[in-house]
């Protein structure tokens, strides 16, 4: 309980679609479990793109680094909507966030609900989240000819790298199963293929009660569908944990389910807790959208904040929820309805 106990300055960005909408169950969910936050509102996104051209201001990135956490609904323009250039939010925003915060890691959880093909399935991704692909170098040569040339290299430094894979070591130190799988493309990859997995090799020595083995990310694919109860967690690059991630979250019960901190680890700064999945404009303000993943991103928030009762209390509200949820598929409940039957269970 945090009453009596400063309140954590919380910044949300509820940003697009059905981001608000599962912001707010969110909090609602937070507020019930007695956590008191000091919130503001952050207007950013593909909205305040469209109205005044502005992505993430300088000042508004320096006053976000002063608050506790992030917590961020969505952000996107609808599917098939041309007025947004591709990778304007994400980069000049998502992305931007992540490494001028210096988030090192996605951590994604997953469950397999009742009913799904992961089911009884229980692993964790840790994802490297400032390097690889989408470290941004790259570009183009001779562009709109008919010899242009198109690189986007993927930056993997040991430094990276070797923090991101620790951080996964220690996670499953904590863990029952105490297994970690290190999944590249090391056949093909030859370069950073080696640097992950002789980083990964070298780290081990420091964890001796954990064992690890090593999956080519193609056939991680497969066992995700066919054999997921066979990971505990899995650390992998930025791109191959954001393709796995979404399999994942299939596997597991939908995406809706799919939650993620994007941690600071050493707490240089905030970090930032997001669902996986997007904006969903096709089914925004209609109350149908799912918040279970916006709730569970919040309770790995309030985790991070050290509010471990809390957080373990919502997450067995939501396992509940989920597991009621995954059954009775034909009585869809409103986002509203799934926010207050968590609030009451707990
Ligand atoms: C995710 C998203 C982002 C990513 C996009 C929106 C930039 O897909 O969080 O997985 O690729 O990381
Ligand atoms: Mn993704």
Same mark, same amino acid.
């Given at each position: 309980? *945090?009453?009596?106990?400063?309140?954590?300055?919380?910044?949300?960005?509820?940003?697009?679609?059905?981001?608000?909408? $599962?912001?707010?169950? #969110?909090?609602?969910?937070?507020?019930?479990?007695?956590?008191?936050?000091? /919130?503001?509102?952050?207007?950013?996104?593909?909205?305040?793109?469209?109205?005044?051209?502005?992505?993430?201001?300088?000042?508004?990135?320096?006053?976000?680094?002063?608050?506790?956490?992030?917590?961020?609904?969505?952000?996107?323009?609808? $599917?098939?909507?041309?007025?947004?250039?591709?990778?304007?939010?994400? %980069?000049?925003?998502?992305?931007?966030?992540?490494?001028?915060?210096?988030?090192?890691?996605?951590?994604?959880?997953?469950?397999?609900?009742?009913? *799904?093909?992961?089911?009884?399935?229980?692993?964790?991704?840790?994802?490297?989240?400032?390097?690889?692909?989408?470290?941004?170098?790259?570009?183009?040569?001779?562009?709109?000819?008919?010899?242009?040339?198109?690189?986007?290299? *993927?930056?993997?430094?040991?430094?990276?790298?070797?923090?991101?894979?620790?951080?996964?070591?220690?996670?499953?130190?904590?863990?029952?199963?105490?297994?970690?799988?290190?999944?590249?493309?090391?056949? $093909?990859?030859?370069?950073?293929?080696?640097?992950?997995?002789?980083?990964?090799?070298?780290?081990?020595?420091?964890?001796?009660?954990?064992?690890?083995?090593?999956?080519?990310?193609?056939?991680?694919?497969?066992?995700?569908?066919?054999?997921?109860?066979?990971?505990?967690?899995?650390?992998?690059?930025?791109?191959?944990?954001?393709?796995?991630?979404?399999?994942?979250?299939?596997?597991?019960?939908?995406?809706?389910? #799919?939650? *993620?901190?994007?941690?600071?680890?050493? %707490?240089?700064?905030?970090?930032?807790?997001?669902?996986?999945?997007?904006?969903?404009?096709?089914? #925004?303000?209609?109350?149908?959208?799912?918040?279970?993943?916006?709730?569970?991103?919040?309770?790995?928030?309030?985790?991070?904040?050290?509010?471990?009762?809390? #957080?373990?209390?919502?997450?067995?509200?939501?396992?509940?929820?989920?597991?009621?949820?995954?059954?009775?598929?034909?009585?869809?409940?409103?986002? /509203?309805?799934?926010?207050?039957?968590?609030?009451?269970?707990?």
């Amino acid at each position: 309980m *945090s009453t009596g106990t400063i309140k954590r300055r919380i910044a949300v960005i509820g940003g697009d679609g059905i981001g608000p909408e $599962v912001c707010a169950e #969110a909090l609602k969910v937070v507020a019930a479990a007695g956590v008191e936050l000091d /919130t503001t509102d952050f207007d950013l996104g593909a909205a305040r793109y469209l109205r005044d051209g502005s992505v993430l201001p300088d000042a508004v990135l320096e006053e976000l680094r002063g608050y506790d956490a992030i917590l961020l609904g969505a952000v996107g323009p609808p $599917v098939g909507d041309t007025s947004i250039p591709p990778g304007t939010l994400e %980069r000049g925003l998502l992305l931007r966030l992540r490494f001028a915060l210096d988030l090192y890691v996605n951590l994604r959880p997953f469950t397999g609900v009742p009913g *799904s093909i992961a089911e009884g399935a229980d692993f964790v991704v840790i994802r490297e989240n400032t390097e690889g692909t989408y470290a941004g170098e790259g570009g183009f040569l001779r562009k709109g000819t008919a010899a242009e040339v198109a690189t986007q290299g *993927s930056v993997n430094t040991r430094m990276g790298v070797e923090r991101c894979v620790r951080f996964a070591f220690e996670l499953a130190a904590q863990r029952s199963k105490r297994h970690l799988t290190l999944v590249h493309k090391t056949n $093909v990859l030859t370069f950073a293929g080696d640097l992950w997995n002789r980083t990964v090799t070298e780290v081990a020595h420091e964890f001796p009660e954990i064992t690890w083995d090593y999956n080519h990310v193609d056939a991680a694919c497969i066992y995700l569908v066919e054999q997921p109860g066979r990971y505990d967690v899995i650390v992998t690059d930025n791109l191959f944990g954001d393709i796995l991630t979404d399999l994942a979250g299939a596997v597991s019960g939908g995406i809706g389910f #799919a939650a *993620s901190a994007n941690l600071n680890p050493p %707490r240089t700064g905030p970090s930032l807790f997001e669902p996986v999945h997007g904006a969903a404009h096709d089914i #925004a303000g209609k109350g149908i959208a799912n918040p279970l993943a916006a709730i569970h991103s919040a309770a790995l928030m309030l985790e991070h904040l050290g509010d471990r009762d809390a #957080a373990h209390r919502i997450l067995k509200a939501l396992s509940e929820q989920s597991n009621i949820m995954s059954t009775t598929s034909t009585a869809q409940l409103s986002t /509203t309805a799934v926010g207050d039957a968590i609030a009451e269970r707990l």
